[in-house]
């Protein structure tokens, strides 16, 4: 599991663009299952198995990041962010510009401290301020280099262990498809698997809904990374999941400021079907009722009239920034709990 993280998180895929993390999930599963396909969306799609029901399991391969808006005259990049980024977090990053020759590295450089005025020192710089640095003369020698307006950028950061976890950019969601991976290798089920990696999952969700009308599924869950309240100024009224307890099972999630429930809304009989999953699986599980944030679930449960979804978490500190932190046991335990559920289904 942690080379196969390592591999996929180190690829770069933001938004749109998410071809390299789908090469590695095609060479994984060659053979695997009965039928890999690509989509027009660029949703890869996995099949294994037969029988009356459908379940469509859910992973999203891309990772946030930034888009060249404009080359100044001196070459430097302005951007604009793809997905829910922090401005704090972009700054001193090194980058990769994707460009149609190659891949150029860059920094997010802005005013050095000692230029700025007091009261700028104070405050946090805008994302208006920073540019990227290709390290080029100028404009024409930036263009020579390949890079255009609308090229892709992610961020440079080896996956490397970090005490008994492991840190890395872009493991939401790529946890989820090492586990979806995992999963569709050694499940025998008795029902048809839809093992789906989706699109543009941080734009707005968007391969889960065109990928979900094309399988039509019967049930659904949507794996991908959760947040957690264990680390310094967040208590677990914020959020009571934490690193190294155990998959989460989300009921709810997508409001702000304390509310919840305008992303997924979890039946009973889908969170009684997880957690049962769970006991039958002897693996240990956290409840977490979320506010920021929702995922694929939330396109799926509305997919046709309506599909019976839950959603399962891997507990992730810092997400949307280039040092996420995991416990591999959380990840272990989630292929447990996900081959326990297919092979428990529910009444429908
Ligand atoms: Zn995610």
């Known amino acids: 599991m942690d080379n196969l993280l390592k591999k996929l998180s180190e690829a770069p895929s933001i938004s749109g663009y998410e071809e390299n ?8 599963l060659k053979g695997k299952v009965d039928e890999i396909r690509e989509d027009s969306f660029g949703n ?28 100044d005259d001196n070459g430097f990049i302005k951007f604009a962010r793809v997905g829910g980024l922090d401005n704090q977090v972009i700054l001193c990053q090194r980058v990769h510009v994707h460009t149609r020759k190659g891949v150029l590295l860059g920094v997010l450089g802005a005013k050095p401290v000692h230029m700025m005025k007091e009261e700028e020192s104070k405050m946090a710089i805008k994302p208006e301020a920073m540019f990227i640095d290709l390290g080029f003369k100028d404009k024409k020698a930036v263009e020579s280099a390949g890079v255009k307006i609308g090229d ?3 961020f440079d950061r080896d996956t490397v262990k970090c005490g008994t976890r492991i840190t890395g950019k872009a493991f939401d969601n790529r946890i989820g498809c090492a586990v979806l991976i995992e999963l569709m290798k050694k499940i025998t089920p008795k029902c048809e698997v839809y093992g789906v990696f989706t699109a543009q999952e941080e734009t707005g969700l968007k391969g889960a ?19 957690v309240g264990d680390t ?3 208590t677990a009224e914020d959020c009571n999941a934490s690193l190294g307890k155990g998959p989460a099972i989300t009921i709810s999630d997508g409001g702000r400021d304390g509310s919840t429930g305008a992303g997924l809304m979890t039946s009973r009989k889908i969170i009684d079907w997880l957690e049962d999953s769970a ?70």
């Open 21 to 28: 993390v789908g090469k590695i999930i095609k060479a994984e």
């Open 152 to 154: 892709w950028i992610s």
């Open 209 to 227: 809904r065109v990928s979900a009308f094309g399988i039509d599924p019967h049930i659904a869950l949507a794996i991908d990374t959760d947040l």
């Open 279 to 348: 006991k039958k699986a002897k693996i240990k599980y956290q409840l977490l009722v979320s506010s920021g944030g929702t995922t694929d679930a939330t396109i799926i449960a509305l997919n046709r009239s309506g599909v019976p979804t839950g959603t399962l978490g891997i507990p992730t500190r810092y997400l949307h920034t280039p040092v996420q932190v995991l416990d591999l046991d959380d990840a272990k335990d989630m292929v447990k709990l996900v081959e326990s559920a297919v092979n428990n289904l529910p009444n429908l």
């Open 44 to 71: 890869i799609i996995t099949r294994k198995g037969s029988g009356k029901t459908r379940i469509m399991l859910a992973a999203h391969m891309d990772e946030v990041g930034l888009i060249v808006k404009l080359i």
């Open 232 to 234: 310094p100024g967040l």
